[in-house]
């Protein structure tokens, strides 16, 4: 069995690519080497931080 962690994460989320963008991803994998995951949490962040600073989320959808 797997070690136990601080801080697991249960939740599972997926999303489709194009061919383009996987290679995109690929090869910020390569460049930063940092896994799917980290990456993408990182671009939560940043989109996140971004939104919040452009006052975006007072507009209506």
Same mark, same amino acid.
Do not use: C, W
């Given at each position: /069995? +797997?070690?136990?962690? =601080?801080?697991?994460?249960?939740?599972?989320?997926? /999303?489709?690519?194009?061919?383009? =963008?996987?290679?995109? !991803? #690929?090869? !910020? /994998?390569?460049?930063?080497?940092?896994?799917?995951?980290?990456?993408?949490? #990182?671009? /939560? +962040?940043?989109?996140?931080?971004?939104? #919040?600073?452009? +006052?975006?989320?007072?507009?209506?959808?």
């Amino acid at each position: /069995m +797997g070690r136990m962690r =601080e801080n697991p994460r249960y939740n599972v989320i997926s /999303m489709r690519v194009s061919d383009e =963008e996987r290679d995109h !991803l #690929e090869n !910020l /994998m390569k460049t930063t080497h940092k896994s799917v995951s980290d990456i993408m949490r #990182e671009a /939560m +962040g940043y989109f996140s931080a971004h939104y #919040e600073q452009d +006052g975006l989320n007072s507009k209506a959808a």
